[in-house]
Each structure stands twice: as C-alpha cells, then as structure tokens.
C-alpha cells in the first residue's frame, strides 16, 4: 500500500505509528521542518528512509501531487468497516451511500468533510465506484482510513434492504426533483431512533431504482447563473443541511 502526501502520511503515523516494514519515501529537495519532524519519527522507530528526486518520486507515487513524500507500507490498506446489519441496528448517526462516483478525488474529499460533519459510515457499491486507494487517501488528508466503509452490491440493493429490514429508516436522495431543505425535515428526519442516509449520485445523478427506493428527495439552492455543484460540495451542503435537520451528533 502507498500512503502519498503530507497530510496523509502524517495522520497515518500519528494515529497507528509505524509499522514493521514501512519504508518512507523523501524527495532529495524537501529539507523543511515538518518534513524533518516525521524524519525525526522513522529515524527513531527505526524505518528505512529513502531519498529520490522529484522525476522518481513522482512514478512511485504516480502523480506529481505527492508534496514529496510518499509511506510504503506492506499488505492492504487497513480501512474500517461496517456491515448493512450494523446500519439497520443502529441507534442513531448519519450514513452516507455514494452512487457512481468514481473520481477517487471526489471520493477522497467527501470523506474529509464527512468525517468533520460526524458521519458514522458510508456505503460504496462494489462496481462503478472510485477505488478506496493512495489517490482516494491522500485527497481526504487521511480521513478514508478513519471513516467506516461498507462496501455493497448496488446503492438501489441497499435501498432494498432497508426498505425490507427496517423501512422507518429516513432514506435522503439528493436530487434535483427534490424539495429544497426546509426546517420541517426536522419532524421528519426524528423519531424514529434510528439512523438516517443520505444517497448522494455522480454528476449524472442518482440511478433510477436507488431514487424510487428513496424515501425523501432534497435539492440544494443553487444560482441560476451555476448548472450543478461538484459532488464533493454538493455532498458537503447536503450532509450540513441533514446534520442541522436531524439534529444527529
């Protein structure tokens, strides 16, 4: 696994130290002091640094935006899980299931806010989703690694499940048909001591199936002057907006 960027790696030591084999990855030219502080970290646990220029650094890690650092660290990403029967026992807390969203850029940024705005879990189908990997990791400055991930067939399967274990559940789409938020999604988003989802889809939208399985459809304000939002920021005002209604810590 290749952990790439600063934040990235520096969250991964400060929550699991390092690991037995880790190898740190420096480009030649980055002498500042944060750089030195996580040197300073591997030189006492022992960790094999390696120094490269920039040209070299930038085919391991794969993109220039590596900030000059990338962690090697053996076996698998080590995400967080949860299960579907995790979510329907659940006693509260905000989901959030991804459909279609493929960018690993976007991926990486919604984990970022959601892991800010107290989301417990987040749903990524198995087919047509962007690869919880480095480039994932390294958008969301590390938080993939901490928000639980339940990876399922389909986001309309899911809605399915719900609908047949536990259909009081609150199932959010944000979709463009939809009602604006309103202060009146309070009532209708408590209650029923349990969790609530919000479905967000790709620029494309939410699939069809997913929608009718929806139990609430919201929209976002938005300028006649803008199309959409990206679906990172539309992920993040739509999460605000549940958050604020739900009243969900």
């Given at each position: 696994?290749?952990v790439?960027?600063?934040h990235a790696?520096s969250?991964?030591i400060?929550k699991?130290g390092?690991?037995?084999?880790?190898?740190?990855?420096?480009?030649?030219q980055?002498?500042?002091?944060?750089?030195?502080?996580?040197?300073?970290?591997?030189?006492?646990?022992?960790?094999?640094?390696?120094?490269?220029?920039?040209?070299?650094?930038?085919?391991?890690?794969?993109?220039?935006?590596?900030?000059?650092?990338?962690l090697?660290r053996?076996?698998?990403t080590?995400l967080?899980?949860?299960?579907?029967?995790?979510?329907?026992?659940?006693?509260?807390?905000?989901?959030?299931?991804?459909?279609?969203v493929?960018d690993?850029?976007?991926?990486?940024?919604?984990?970022?806010?959601?892991?800010?705005l107290?989301?417990?879990?987040?749903?990524?189908?198995?087919?047509?989703?962007?690869?919880a990997?480095?480039?994932?990791?390294?958008?969301?400055?590390?938080a993939?690694?901490?928000?639980?991930?339940?990876?399922?067939?389909?986001?309309?399967?899911?809605?399915q499940y719900?609908?047949?274990?536990?259909?009081?559940?609150?199932?959010?789409?944000l979709?463009?048909?939809?009602?604006?938020?309103?202060?009146?999604?309070?009532?209708?988003?408590?209650?029923?001591?349990?969790?609530?989802?919000?479905?967000?889809?790709?620029?494309h939208?939410?699939?069809?199936?997913?929608?009718?399985?929806?139990?609430?459809?919201?929209?976002?304000?938005?300028?006649?002057?803008?199309?959409?939002?990206n679906v990172?920021?539309?992920?993040?005002?739509?999460?605000?907006?549940?958050?604020?209604?739900?009243?969900?810590?």
């Amino acid at each position: 696994m290749l952990v790439i960027g600063f934040h990235a790696v520096s969250d991964l030591i400060e929550k699991t130290g390092f690991a037995a084999g880790d190898k740190l990855i420096i480009a030649r030219q980055a002498h500042d002091g944060r750089m030195q502080k996580i040197l300073a970290k591997a030189e006492r646990a022992s960790v094999q640094v390696i120094r490269k220029d920039y040209g070299a650094l930038n085919s391991i890690a794969g993109t220039k935006n590596h900030q000059g650092i990338v962690l090697e660290r053996e076996g698998e990403t080590d995400l967080k899980t949860f299960t579907k029967q995790d979510f329907v026992e659940a006693v509260g807390g905000i989901y959030l299931a991804l459909d279609g969203v493929q960018d690993p850029q976007n991926l990486g940024a919604i984990c970022r806010t959601a892991l800010g705005l107290g989301v417990h879990g987040i749903f990524l189908p198995q087919k047509d989703s962007a690869p919880a990997g480095p480039t994932a990791i390294k958008a969301s400055a590390g938080a993939l690694l901490e928000i639980p991930l339940c990876f399922t067939g389909s986001i309309a399967s899911l809605m399915q499940y719900i609908d047949d274990k536990r259909p009081e559940i609150p199932r959010v789409a944000l979709d463009k048909t939809g009602e604006l938020f309103a202060e009146r999604d309070a009532a209708d988003l408590n209650g029923t001591n349990g969790p609530v989802l919000l479905v967000v889809g790709s620029e494309h939208g939410i699939s069809r199936l997913a929608l009718e399985r929806a139990t609430h459809r919201r929209r976002l304000r938005i300028s006649e002057r803008l199309e959409s939002y990206n679906v990172s920021v539309a992920t993040a005002l739509a999460l605000y907006e549940i958050t604020r209604a739900a009243k969900i810590e």
